[in-house]
């Protein structure tokens, strides 16, 4: 009589696994050594806006969602065959700069976790501006001053809420990116969590010097945070540094690799040579492009950001582009205006006209990133005519995050004194034909998009298996899910090109000056939390 049992395969296959915490949802995906997924869930959480500019997380609803994923998950992997035992490390990576404080007494959230995407800093920002040292910080850290940054999310929860100030006074208050919030519920929370970062997380901060990989007492002065409790810099992957998972169906696996998103993904697509790039279309859109092992400070509004920091290896940088806003444009026509009915439609809608008939959206909803930088922008939609329909409406969103990519390989271009001819793309936005054909259209290069779209996933398991020896060299993984990828041409001509990114541009300027962030004529500005 057959059996219902799953049959164990003979010879032990050896898996990685990645926990994939984003900005509106949080994955977990074990991968087999060729680096294909053969398990995986996905749990989206809610997104809290108090008001306007202001994007809020719950702490505990993030952890609540890894445990979710990671026994989900578990349930499909088990059901094939396979054993917990086959899981020989997991990887986290997730969200930047998105920031989190607790009490290090009850491991308790003191507040909800302030979005990287938030504008609520934007007074503080104004106001450090004006401090002398303020124009050479970049320097130091390789971040400008602007609301991105955790920084000053940690200077406006020290300023605003109660709490928090009593926790630092009490010797009480530990800070961290959604990594280092992790790491401490996943190892024991209060008492037991271990409580660390790696580099490529560290480097969003603006309290590590980036040259050094260690805080910068300067640095910490500057921002006067001396009595928060910092996580301890370790590399991004270890085989010790970050512990083992203490409860739940994974209780004993031992945690081995961490990477920022964006970083996960330069390595899950394998840049590990000097002059690669990749670009990852998400919540926003994020172009890092591989620098070496020397930071190269830009002098075009980019980021210097570490790629990744392996342990026994000399870490190695990245020039990074940040669009604030590009998968959300999406969900704003979805969910804001009605005029999809799911994100996969838009691409559908802007192919069926041929262009979009002059309008240009601007798609400033927390002001611009890079190259721009400029804080008292909002979202605007230009050339609208009788003539306007939806269709030219979701055309002209695919086209902003399009242009704003280019912008940025403009400036990067400037900086490195190098050219790129192709472009390695991933993320949700990617999925769309349409838009990787505009992007190559609008840039003049090649697309390249991989079967295998999970990179930032791919990219920290890779991490998190170096340090266990599922792999051992960088070659071994540049084969990958690289089998049948897909390439997008430029179709059109530099005269076409450079009259769309004109006419862009000139909306850019026409888009600045709405907020007076001054006179706190915004609401998104300096209110305390109610």
């Known amino acids: 009589m057959p059996s219902d049992t799953p049959k164990v395969p003979a010879v032990r296959e050896i898996f990685t696994a990645a926990i994939d915490q984003g900005t509106t949802s949080t994955r977990f995906i074990i991968f087999d050594s060729a680096g294909i997924p053969r398990a995986s869930h996905q749990e989206e959480f809610p997104q809290h806006y108090p008001h306007a500019g202001w994007i809020e997380h719950d702490p505990q609803d993030i952890v609540s969602t890894v445990y979710t994923c990671i026994e989900k998950a578990l349930e499909q992997f088990l059901a094939l065959g396979f054993v917990v035992d086959d899981i020989k490390a997991v990887g986290i990576t997730n969200q930047r700069e998105t920031t989190v404080v607790w009490d290090t007494e009850t491991g308790k959230p003191l507040y909800n976790a302030i979005v990287w995407s938030d504008t609520r800093t934007k007074k503080i920002v104004s106001k450090l501006r004006r401090i002398k040292g303020a124009e050479t910080l970049h320097k130091l850290c390789g971040l400008p001053l602007s609301t991105y940054p955790s920084s000053v999310k940690l200077s406006w929860l020290l300023h605003h809420v109660p709490q928090v100030r009593e926790a630092r006074n009490n010797d009480r208050l530990a800070f961290g990116t959604v990594d280092s919030w992790l790491l401490y519920c996943l190892t024991g929370g209060a008492g037991k969590g271990i409580h660390v970062t790696d580099p490529s997380n560290a480097s969003r901060t603006m309290f590590m010097n980036i040259h050094t990989l260690e805080y910068d007492d300067y640095l910490i002065n500057w921002f006067g945070i001396k009595q928060v409790k910092l996580p301890k810099i370790v590399p991004s992957s270890d085989p010790e540094a970050y512990g083992k998972i203490c409860t739940g169906v994974l209780a004993g696996v031992r945690i081995t690799g961490c990477l920022g ?185 090649d697309i390249q998009r991989p079967t295998m779209r999970e990179k930032t996933a791919l990219g920290v398991a890779f991490a998190a298996g170096f340090a266990t020896t599922v792999w051992k060299e960088f070659d071994e993984l540049r084969e990958i899910n690289e089998a049948n990828s897909n390439t997008f041409k430029p179709r059109t001509d530099e005269a076409a090109r450079t009259a769309g990114f004109e006419l862009w541009t000139r909306a850019v300027k026409k888009a600045q000056g709405w907020i007076d962030v001054e006179d706190g004529a915004d609401t998104d500005g300096d209110e305390s939390p109610q």
Request: charged share 15%.
């Open 261 to 445: 998103d964006q970083s996960a993904a330069l390595v899950g697509q394998c840049a590990f040579t000097p002059g690669m790039a990749k670009n990852t279309y998400g919540t926003g859109c994020f172009l890092l492009y591989n620098t070496g092992t020397k930071p190269v400070i830009s002098t075009n509004g980019l980021l210097t950001t570490v790629a990744y920091a392996f342990k026994g290896q000399k870490p190695v940088y990245a020039l990074e582009g940040s669009i604030a806003v590009a998968g959300s444009a999406v969900k704003f026509l979805r969910d804001n205006l009605g005029i999809i009915k799911h994100s996969a439609e838009v691409g559908e809608l802007a192919a069926k006209v041929k262009d979009s008939g002059g309008v240009i959206f601007v798609t400033a909803f927390s002001g611009l990133f890079a190259p721009y930088w400029i804080d008292d922008c909002r979202g605007t939609i230009f050339g609208i005519t009788q003539f306007t329909r939806k269709e030219h409406i979701a055309r002209a969103t695919l086209e902003a995050t399009c242009y704003q990519t280019k912008a940025i390989l403009d400036a990067m271009e400037k900086d490195s004194g190098t050219a790129l001819h192709t472009l390695a793309v991933d993320g949700g936005m990617s999925n769309s034909d349409v838009c990787m054909q505009l992007q190559a259209d609008v840039m003049g290069i």
